[in-house]
């Protein structure tokens, strides 16, 4: 697919920070998707840069209504599209999209996505997951890392930031038996489009989670947004794979892998593991890395057989 | 046609007669009937509607908010803790001017747990935009239902529609029902002027707006509540007119020669039309106010209709927790501040978590109203019970 062909259907002139991952995920998913599409999206950062009335940066249908369910808005809209279609009032095949932060999705929208992906709704779901709710001003969600220093789990003379490690929402998508799920991040826009592709390929729920780094929220230069997302993945901390109809699959191995300093120490949120005394914290950084990337090898292996 | 019919199932016939586009609605008690009926006419093909069975009542408003939103017809039922949840959705539908018709079951708040009757939710979202309009019985629900699809398109304002708890939802009476060709003609098609899946012309619905422009989408908001009596009345009358059904806004009874009344709303009308009955044969000339309306509210019935009364006592299915009565007590006051000569006005709370009350209760209010009638305002107790130890 030549996306410079495409017609750009998230505007610039947004009121999003320089270097940020998420809108840059917005674009591309929207680059990428078949068309129509109509969208919605929960309360969050995406919504405030997007959509101060009277302006607008979506030239696609957008739909906004509350924080906790984006994916309860997909399935209303989903479900309005069906009887329409029937009645012959729409005439055309529409799809649905609904982007949702790591807070609209791993917590307060969570209970929602897991009730519309059960009842089968015709969507793709995306999480542009930047770790923490950065609209809100950086608090942790449960997609923050152990270690990370947010303004909920603060550094602090007893406590080295977040206690507790992400938790794993491919897994979770996964056990509800999508026929497609899939993790990437910005840097491999390829990966990205294609990972869209596949999913618009199934008619039901799809989910795609996509790391985004927020300069602000991670605490890294605005330049390096692209250089953090692709060390997020040379460092197998964020393995890009998918999930379809019960296989899993690597879609790029790093030739070398990086060790996890490389990606923590363009963060200022984790600047405090490099302290003399948190040196242990760095190796526990590392062991979970590398236990949760065998793990993920495993089930490719064992799917494959 | 004469059908026997709980009032729940009145209600699920209506919406099997609207036959709306989308449904998304969530089990509670004592509403849970009417989406389970419902779906049973999906299942059996009598209806074309998006059954959406969610999980839970926020995402049922979500839902009905985003097909709205979206071109379809919207509806949903529920109860208490479900209409409770879906509090901050309520404010959405209405902000974003979306035509919703909910049929609310009434039944008290949690805690203590308690799954009967009294108006406590219902009332609990007066400030969220939503036009409210209680019904007596199954016959009054049945038809105010069919109305109030039609309101609500005309004032793009969401709708409740609420029955009592178990006392009209699980009790069954005769209704006359509409055919279906009469209510398909008479609600008509929903055509709104956008909707998001008109993707040739996309649009951003909800979009943030900052203090420069929020204020005036509010006051918008509020005008079209200011116009919403009007949009009621014409659809009443309407109705009146097609199906020689009248549908009240303040219903008097017997009050053309009384000077002691009470009002109330809901079921319990039936009740007090019992002890006024009772009292009037006894010589005493008592009449009663039933209001159907409690949002918008209705100032100009209400100062018209209560001219002549010198007493009256305000029954109150809800404990305000105001220490100063409850909010239908304080609104029916304030609305008679203005009046020449103000009457006095007693509240009354009774009935909560489905406490019973019984006409001879009623009677007591009566007399009691009529004890004071003549007594200094400022020497009545104006906070009192009706059967509660």
């Given at each position: 697919m030549d996306l410079l062909k495409e017609e750009e259907l998230f505007s610039s002139g947004h009121r999003a920070c320089a270097g940020c991952g998420e809108v840059l995920a917005v674009r591309q998913v929207l680059l990428a998707s078949k068309k129509p599409i109509a969208c919605a999206m929960p309360t969050g950062c995406l919504e405030i840069v997007s959509t101060i009335f009277p302006h607008t940066a979506w030239q696609v249908p957008m739909f906004h209504s509350a924080f906790e369910n984006a994916a309860a808005t997909i399935s209303g809209m989903e479900a309005a599209y069906r009887i329409l279609l029937k009645k012959g009032k729409i005439n055309k095949k529409i799809y649905f999209i609904a982007f949702g932060g790591d807070g609209g999705t791993?917590?307060?929208g969570f209970q929602a996505l897991s009730g519309a992906i059960e009842r089968r709704h015709s969507f793709l779901y995306v999480c542009t997951d930047?770790?923490?709710?950065?609209?809100?001003?950086i608090q942790r969600s449960s997609a923050t890392p152990q270690f990370a220093h947010t303004t909920t789990s603060p550094k602090g003379e007893v406590l080295p930031g977040k206690l507790q490690p992400r938790k794993d929402i491919m897994e979770i998508i996964i056990a509800h038996e999508v026929p497609y799920a899939a993790q990437t991040t910005v840097a491999f826009f390829q990966d990205l489009v294609k990972k869209v592709e596949k999913a618009q390929s199934y008619d039901g729920p799809t989910f795609i989670n996509i790391l985004v780094p927020c300069p602000l929220g991670w605490?890294?230069?605005?330049?390096?947004t692209i250089e953090v997302s692709r060390l997020a993945v040379e460092t197998n901390f964020w393995p890009l794979y998918e999930y379809e109809k019960g296989v899993y699959r690597l879609t790029y191995q790093p030739s070398q892998v990086k060790p996890i300093t490389e990606w923590l120490k363009l963060q200022g949120r984790f600047a405090?593991?490099?302290?003399e005394k948190n040196k242990h914290l760095l190796e526990e950084f590392q062991k979970y890395v590398d236990e949760k990337y065998q793990k993920l090898l495993k089930k490719c292996e064992l799917s494959e057989k | 046609m004469i059908l026997a019919k709980t009032g729940n199932e009145a209600i699920a016939y209506a919406m099997k007669q609207i036959n709306p586009d989308v449904v998304a609605a969530y089990p509670i008690t004592p509403s849970t009937e009417i989406v389970q009926i419902f779906s049973s006419y999906v299942a059996d093909g009598l209806v074309d509607t998006e059954f959406v069975a969610v999980e839970s009542e926020h995402s049922a408003m979500s839902a009905c908010i985003a097909a709205a939103a979206s071109g379809a017809r919207a509806m949903t039922a529920t109860s208490s803790q479900g209409l409770a949840l879906m509090h901050e959705m309520l404010f959405i539908a209405s902000g974003l001017r979306l035509p919703i018709v909910l049929c609310l079951v009434n039944r008290s708040l949690s805690s203590p747990l308690n799954i009967h009757c009294d108006h406590t939710d219902s009332i609990a979202s007066r400030d969220s935009g939503w036009i409210q309009i209680f019904c007596e019985d199954a016959q009054e629900a049945y038809d105010t239902t069919i109305c109030a699809v039609r309101i609500a398109e005309k004032t793009f304002l969401p709708v409740m529609v609420t029955i009592d708890g178990f006392?009209?939802?699980?009790c069954m009476q005769k209704i006359e029902v509409l055919s279906d060709e009469a209510v398909k003609s008479f609600i008509g098609e929903y055509k709104?002027?956008?909707?998001?899946?008109d993707v040739d012309n996309p649009i951003t619905l909800g979009p943030a707006c900052l203090p420069d422009s929020f204020f005036e989408h509010k006051r918008a908001q509020a005008e079209g509540m200011n116009q919403a009596l009007t949009h009621i009345e014409d659809v009443f009358k309407e109705y009146k007119e097609k199906f020689n059904r009248k549908l009240s806004i303040l219903e008097e009874y017997?009050?053309?020669?009384?000077e002691v009344a009470i009002l109330c709303m809901g079921s319990t009308a039936g009740t007090a039309k019992v002890a006024v009955n009772n009292l009037r044969n006894r010589g005493y000339q008592v009449g009663l106010f039933k209001l159907?309306?409690?949002?918008?509210?209705v100032a100009k019935y209400l100062q018209k209709a209560l001219k002549n009364i010198k007493i009256l006592g305000i029954l109150e299915r809800?404990?305000?927790?105001?220490?100063?009565?409850g909010p239908l007590f304080n609104e029916v006051r304030s609305v008679l501040y203005?009046?020449?000569?103000r009457l006095i006005t007693i509240s009354y709370v009774y009935?909560?978590?489905?406490r019973e009350i019984t006409p001879e209760e009623i009677e007591q209010v009566f007399l009691e109203l009529l004890s004071l009638k003549n007594k200094r305002k400022k020497d009545i107790e104006k906070f009192r019970y009706i059967n509660v130890r």
């Amino acid at each position: 697919m030549d996306l410079l062909k495409e017609e750009e259907l998230f505007s610039s002139g947004h009121r999003a920070c320089a270097g940020c991952g998420e809108v840059l995920a917005v674009r591309q998913v929207l680059l990428a998707s078949k068309k129509p599409i109509a969208c919605a999206m929960p309360t969050g950062c995406l919504e405030i840069v997007s959509t101060i009335f009277p302006h607008t940066a979506w030239q696609v249908p957008m739909f906004h209504s509350a924080f906790e369910n984006a994916a309860a808005t997909i399935s209303g809209m989903e479900a309005a599209y069906r009887i329409l279609l029937k009645k012959g009032k729409i005439n055309k095949k529409i799809y649905f999209i609904a982007f949702g932060g790591d807070g609209g999705t791993y917590d307060i929208g969570f209970q929602a996505l897991s009730g519309a992906i059960e009842r089968r709704h015709s969507f793709l779901y995306v999480c542009t997951d930047n770790e923490a709710y950065m609209n809100t001003g950086i608090q942790r969600s449960s997609a923050t890392p152990q270690f990370a220093h947010t303004t909920t789990s603060p550094k602090g003379e007893v406590l080295p930031g977040k206690l507790q490690p992400r938790k794993d929402i491919m897994e979770i998508i996964i056990a509800h038996e999508v026929p497609y799920a899939a993790q990437t991040t910005v840097a491999f826009f390829q990966d990205l489009v294609k990972k869209v592709e596949k999913a618009q390929s199934y008619d039901g729920p799809t989910f795609i989670n996509i790391l985004v780094p927020c300069p602000l929220g991670w605490a890294h230069s605005p330049s390096l947004t692209i250089e953090v997302s692709r060390l997020a993945v040379e460092t197998n901390f964020w393995p890009l794979y998918e999930y379809e109809k019960g296989v899993y699959r690597l879609t790029y191995q790093p030739s070398q892998v990086k060790p996890i300093t490389e990606w923590l120490k363009l963060q200022g949120r984790f600047a405090h593991l490099f302290e003399e005394k948190n040196k242990h914290l760095l190796e526990e950084f590392q062991k979970y890395v590398d236990e949760k990337y065998q793990k993920l090898l495993k089930k490719c292996e064992l799917s494959e057989k | 046609m004469i059908l026997a019919k709980t009032g729940n199932e009145a209600i699920a016939y209506a919406m099997k007669q609207i036959n709306p586009d989308v449904v998304a609605a969530y089990p509670i008690t004592p509403s849970t009937e009417i989406v389970q009926i419902f779906s049973s006419y999906v299942a059996d093909g009598l209806v074309d509607t998006e059954f959406v069975a969610v999980e839970s009542e926020h995402s049922a408003m979500s839902a009905c908010i985003a097909a709205a939103a979206s071109g379809a017809r919207a509806m949903t039922a529920t109860s208490s803790q479900g209409l409770a949840l879906m509090h901050e959705m309520l404010f959405i539908a209405s902000g974003l001017r979306l035509p919703i018709v909910l049929c609310l079951v009434n039944r008290s708040l949690s805690s203590p747990l308690n799954i009967h009757c009294d108006h406590t939710d219902s009332i609990a979202s007066r400030d969220s935009g939503w036009i409210q309009i209680f019904c007596e019985d199954a016959q009054e629900a049945y038809d105010t239902t069919i109305c109030a699809v039609r309101i609500a398109e005309k004032t793009f304002l969401p709708v409740m529609v609420t029955i009592d708890g178990f006392i009209i939802s699980h009790c069954m009476q005769k209704i006359e029902v509409l055919s279906d060709e009469a209510v398909k003609s008479f609600i008509g098609e929903y055509k709104p002027n956008y909707n998001l899946l008109d993707v040739d012309n996309p649009i951003t619905l909800g979009p943030a707006c900052l203090p420069d422009s929020f204020f005036e989408h509010k006051r918008a908001q509020a005008e079209g509540m200011n116009q919403a009596l009007t949009h009621i009345e014409d659809v009443f009358k309407e109705y009146k007119e097609k199906f020689n059904r009248k549908l009240s806004i303040l219903e008097e009874y017997q009050t053309n020669d009384a000077e002691v009344a009470i009002l109330c709303m809901g079921s319990t009308a039936g009740t007090a039309k019992v002890a006024v009955n009772n009292l009037r044969n006894r010589g005493y000339q008592v009449g009663l106010f039933k209001l159907r309306v409690f949002r918008p509210i209705v100032a100009k019935y209400l100062q018209k209709a209560l001219k002549n009364i010198k007493i009256l006592g305000i029954l109150e299915r809800m404990e305000g927790l105001s220490a100063f009565g409850g909010p239908l007590f304080n609104e029916v006051r304030s609305v008679l501040y203005d009046e020449p000569e103000r009457l006095i006005t007693i509240s009354y709370v009774y009935g909560l978590g489905g406490r019973e009350i019984t006409p001879e209760e009623i009677e007591q209010v009566f007399l009691e109203l009529l004890s004071l009638k003549n007594k200094r305002k400022k020497d009545i107790e104006k906070f009192r019970y009706i059967n509660v130890r």
